[in-house]
């Protein structure tokens, strides 16, 4: 066999199109993963509400028992029976034996983010803020009396929105 004749092999990754930010195949393929880990991420987000809520609900019920309040957070109000903005406040739960409801929210001080449990009365008044560490404790003495009534009338008006429209589902006015 002559040795002129023969065509090099090249060896993977060596070739001029390898590894070149315009190479479309490999960047699809990496945008490809992203989404599907996304897509996964959101996925596991979504379905694992539930769960969340109820460590959620243990967590501050331990907390509630610890510090000698006789709350106690019964059930959470998930997501998808809320409307809109309300959702954002923080994890809405209903209160064993009481008509109030209660919302557990950060507040952030100093860049870090404290977290508080608010009662609120069905008339939409924010009965008691409680802090739920020790952090929390010590912010709340040092947040300025702005700040809370900014949050105050922020879970109010939350609470109404809520409210209304957990009425409007119970008497079939909304589907």
């Known amino acids: 066999m002559n040795r002129e004749h023969v065509l090099p092999v090249k060896s993977p990754g060596t ?46 019920n331990r907390v509630l028992t610890t510090s000698g309040l006789s709350l106690r957070l ?26 109030d409801w209660g919302l557990v929210f950060p507040i952030m001080f100093d ?30 003495d040092r947040l300025p009396p702005e700040t809370l009534r900014i949050y105050t009338r922020r879970i109010e008006a939350g609470n109404t929105v809520l409210r209304s429209a957990m009425t409007a589902i119970s008497q079939g006015r909304i589907q």
């Open 15 to 60: 070739g001029p199109e390898e590894g070149r930010p315009g190479n479309f195949r490999n960047m699809g393929i990496f945008a490809a993963w992203i989404a599907v880990i996304l897509l996964l991420g959101s996925l596991s987000w979504f379905f694992t509400q539930p769960i969340r809520g109820r460590i959620l609900l243990n967590s501050v």
């Open 74 to 99: 019964e059930a959470p109000i998930l997501p998808w029976q809320m409307p809109g903005r309300a959702t954002r406040l923080g994890s809405w739960f209903t209160l064993a034996n009481s008509e």
């Open 111 to 140: 860049g870090i983010p404290a977290s508080f449990f608010a009662v609120v009365s069905p008339g939409g008044a924010v009965n008691a803020l409680v802090p739920l560490s020790n952090h929390s404790a010590k912010v709340l």
